[in-house]
Nanobody, 122 residues
C-alpha cells in the first residue's frame, strides 16, 4: 500500500502559476509511473499529465501542453506538477496517482491521493 499526499493547491489569478506536489509514503513510489488528473465541478475526472517511473518520458493532455510540466524526484518520493499561465478553466481538484502498468489512464491507476483544489480567478 502506498499513500499519496498532494499539496500546493490554492487560489490564483488567471495567468499565474502554482506548483503541486505529490509525496508518496514509501520508497517503492519510485518504481511506479505517475499521473496528474483533474476533476472540475460537474465533470468527469480527466488525465492532465504523466511521467514514467524513471522520469525519462512525459505525457500531456492537449489542454495543458506548453503550460504544465510534470517531474519527479525519486530520492524524495515526490512528484510535481508545475502549472503556468493558468486559466479559469483549469479550476478543478487535482489528483496524483501511480501505477505499475505501462500506460497512465484514469481507470488504470493503482493508488490515488485525496486531491488538492486549484481555483483560478478571472
Amino acid at each position: 500500500q502506498v499513500q499519496l499526499t498532494e499539496s500546493g493547491g490554492g487560489l490564483v489569478q488567471a495567468g499565474g502559476s502554482l506548483r503541486l506536489s505529490c509525496e508518496g509514503s514509501r520508497r517503492t513510489f519510485s518504481t511506479y509511473a505517475m499521473g496528474w488528473f483533474r476533476q472540475a465541478p460537474g465533470k468527469e475526472r480527466e488525465f492532465a499529465a504523466g511521467i514514467t517511473w524513471n522520469g525519462v518520458n512525459t505525457y500531456y493532455a492537449d489542454f495543458v501542453k506548453g503550460r504544465f510540466t510534470i517531474s519527479r524526484d525519486n530520492a524524495k518520493n515526490t512528484g510535481y506538477l508545475q502549472m503556468n499561465n493558468l486559466k479559469p478553466e483549469d479550476t478543478a481538484v487535482y489528483y496524483c496517482a501511480i501505477t505499475t502498468r505501462g500506460i497512465i489512464t484514469t481507470s488504470g491507476m493503482d493508488y490515488w491521493g485525496k486531491g488538492t483544489l486549484v481555483t483560478v480567478s478571472s
